[in-house]
């Protein structure tokens, strides 16, 4: 009996050491899957607090639709680009201070590039049978993919824009057509060229082969892009766009000179030029080249070359500059968006070698309707082919 009993204790003994051994082990294993589920939440909230903080630029990477294969892009630009932020702390009187602005506050430190080159365009506005306001513009220049940038910003006009990627980077060889190289594109409404907004302002920059402009005086600096920039968020008239730009220096982007061509919806128009650092302000009446219409029109022109009197024929483009302008006169200005995209067409250039060895050719034809704030764009000399978009599609 006594055996048996000390048996029966050792077997307790051992039970008890086992349930010892397995509750420790319990305990343990429920402290382990404790930490690794208060590591999960820690990486889901670090991730869900990224994704919420990078919320408008994953939501404007995921908008970037490809329309061709030439090719031209789409993008909606979600959220704030800052550039009330970019005026508030003095804008950039160079491309280098641009792209610094736009690394740290929209590319959150990623390297990028922004700059013009040899740009041989054309411009001009019209008015539709209907009455619409209407500006056509050619974009010449070599092989370039582009997009349509579409932003609304929240203390500003809502507007479409056409933006050459090859300014961003972009290329043959880099296109956004995943999320990694997609996120350079998050710079473009940093780059527009062209474009119209919600209260019916379209821009338009040209090149001038000049001497670059350079004011020098106490306000504020900007450069090409972020003058059409501003002009398209916070414009509705020409007299406001020309009041906007008297109060600020221009620097022109990638050491180069450019002119403006600015129209609204109800019909007026301008070209703004930067002579000797001063600038020159030109409407119709002003203009007295060949092939420009009799005074009293509201429509007008522009290429590569001044219109200022006495510089007027400084520059490249008067061939365009006559189809274009004779185009107009033959009818008083009056033409239907399919009209005026055959204008474009007419003076559009072929494949060429241009001054730096590259062929070059138009890469887009846009008609914008200043009325219905819409744009019909043919990409590549593709006029069979149009895209047909609207600023609130």
């Known amino acids: 009996m006594l055996s048996t009993r000390g048996d029966d ?35 889901v909230l670090a991730v869900a607090g990224i994704a919420f903080m990078f919320r408008n630029e994953i939501a404007t990477v995921a908008s970037i639709k490809k329309v061709n294969d030439y090719p031209f892009y789409t993008m909606t630009y979600e959220g704030d680009y800052g550039i009330d932020e970019f005026i508030a702390q003095g804008g950039a009187s160079s491309d280098a201070e641009l792209i610094g602005f736009v690394v740290q506050h929209l590319m959150k430190g990623l390297p990028i590039t922004i700059e013009l080159p040899d740009l041989a365009c054309s411009t001009f506005n019209a008015t539709t049978t209907e009455g619409d306001a209407i500006f056509g513009r050619n974009f010449d220049l070599s092989y370039s993919p582009s997009m349509l ?37 998050l710079a473009a409404p940093y780059a527009p060229l062209d474009g119209v907004n919600e209260a019916g302002l379209a821009v338009g920059v040209l090149l001038i082969d000049t001497d670059p402009t350079n004011q020098q005086t106490d306000r504020v600096d900007i450069t090409t892009t972020t003058a059409i920039r501003l002009m398209l968020d916070k414009c509705a008239t020409v007299d406001e766009a020309l009041d906007l730009l008297e109060q600020y220096d221009m620097h022109s982007s990638a050491n180069s ?16 030029e930067y002579v000797d650092n001063e600038m020159s302000v030109l409407d119709p009446d002003d203009v ?19 219109l200022t009197p006495g510089e007027y024929d400084f520059g490249t483009g008067q061939d365009r500059y006559q189809i274009v302008t004779e185009g107009l006169g033959a009818t008083d ?45 043919a990409i590549g000399r593709d006029y069979e082919n149009v895209y047909e978009v609207s600023l609130r599609e």
């Open 9 to 43: 204790m050792e077997e307790r003994g051992d039970d008890m050491e086992e349930q010892a051994k397995s509750s420790k082990s319990g305990r343990a294993r429920k402290i382990v899957v404790r930490v690794l589920i208060a590591l999960v939440a820690l990486v």
């Open 149 to 185: 940038v579409r932003t609304d910003p929240a203390d500003g006009y809502a507007s479409i824009s056409m933006v050459n990627l090859g300014f961003l980077g972009y290329g043959e060889d880099k296109l956004p057509d995943s999320p990694t190289s997609s996120i350079t594109a």
């Open 257 to 272: 000179c450019y002119h403006f061509q600015i129209a609204d919806a109800s019909g007026d128009a301008v070209v703004v």
């Open 288 to 306: 007295t080249t060949a092939g420009q219409p009799a005074a009293g029109t509201t429509y007008m022109a522009a290429t590569n070359f001044l």
């Open 333 to 377: 200005g009056v033409l239907s968006e399919n009209e005026a995209m055959s204008l474009l067409a007419a003076c559009s250039q072929e494949p060429h070698i241009n001054s730096r060895g590259e062929e070059s050719q138009t890469q887009w034809s846009v008609v914008y309707n200043l009325d219905k704030q819409s744009a019909t764009i």
